[in-house]
């Protein structure tokens, strides 16, 4: 069974730092993972997909990198900013013949002016 | 784009009662649609996957007779929440895929926070 871990749960940087959130994920049988932006009482917005056949992707300030054989996804936001405040979602799409998206634990971040 | 909506956004409703919840492809059709449920500082869980014109593929553990979903059109989808309970208040997200494919990205709505009294 799939399970899509984040590192860390929760973290705070002040205003221009780059910063490195981490996703992990059990079987790299995947077809893409996707990086998710959630403000509170909101729904997602989706920042990047990687398909399983990609290394990374690139939107911005933001950089997301894909090592599928280690079940390992990182999300890099360059130059922070306090609108960046944010939870932060990963997503794989599971292997096999579902459609099904597993949802990582999320990281909230704060970016402290 | 790839647009989807979800009304209403909030609903408060008396224990007992049922609640209906829309999702809208607005500028596609959506072959497939999905519905989460998020409760408080968790990560969203899938209940259900619906195909049009045919039957919701339930999560383990999902009452498919509690939580009724119809895939009538292929831009509406609709979640019923039966005989709500408290328990059954939470953050319902729905998401859309224009394609069966394995490879199709989902888009996600705007969310429906329920709070049942």
């Known amino acids: 069974k799939q399970e899509v871990t984040q590192i860390p749960a929760a973290l705070s940087v002040p205003e221009g730092e780059n910063l490195v959130l981490n996703c992990s994920f059990t079987?790299?049988?995947?077809?893409?993972l996707q990086w998710f932006r959630q403000d509170p009482g909101k729904g997602l917005t989706s920042l990047l997909l990687?398909?399983?056949?990609?290394r990374e992707q690139t939107s911005g300030r933001l950089n997301a990198s894909l090592d599928k054989s280690s079940g390992r996804s990182t999300l890099y936001i360059a130059a922070s900013q306090p609108g960046d405040s944010a939870t932060y979602l990963c997503?794989?799409?599971?292997?096999?013949?579902?459609?099904?998206?597993?949802f990582g634990t999320g990281t909230l971040l704060a970016v402290q002016p | 784009g790839a647009v989807v909506s979800q009304h209403p956004s909030r609903v408060i409703c008396k224990s007992g009662t049922s609640v209906k919840i829309e999702c809208r492809s607005l500028?596609?059709?959506?072959?497939?649609m999905f519905w989460y449920r998020q409760f408080p500082k968790q990560s969203l869980m899938l209940m259900a996957t619906?195909?049009?014109?045919?039957?919701?593929?339930?999560e383990q553990g999902v009452e498919k007779d509690k939580f009724l979903i119809n895939h009538a059109s292929l831009t509406l989808s609709t979640l019923t929440v039966t005989s709500a309970h408290p328990e059954d208040s939470s953050f319902y997200i729905c998401?859309?895929?224009?394609?069966?494919?394995?490879?199709?990205?989902?888009?996600f709505g705007p969310g429906t926070r329920l709070t049942v009294l």
């Open positions: 998401s859309a895929s224009k394609g069966g494919g394995l490879y199709n990205e989902q888009f």
């Open positions: 079987d790299s049988a995947i077809y893409n």
């Open positions: 990687i398909q399983s056949s990609q």
């Open positions: 997503a794989v799409k599971d292997g096999g013949a579902t459609n099904k998206l597993i």
């Open positions: 500028d596609f059709q959506a072959t497939t």
């Open positions: 619906s195909n049009e014109g045919s039957k919701a593929t339930y």
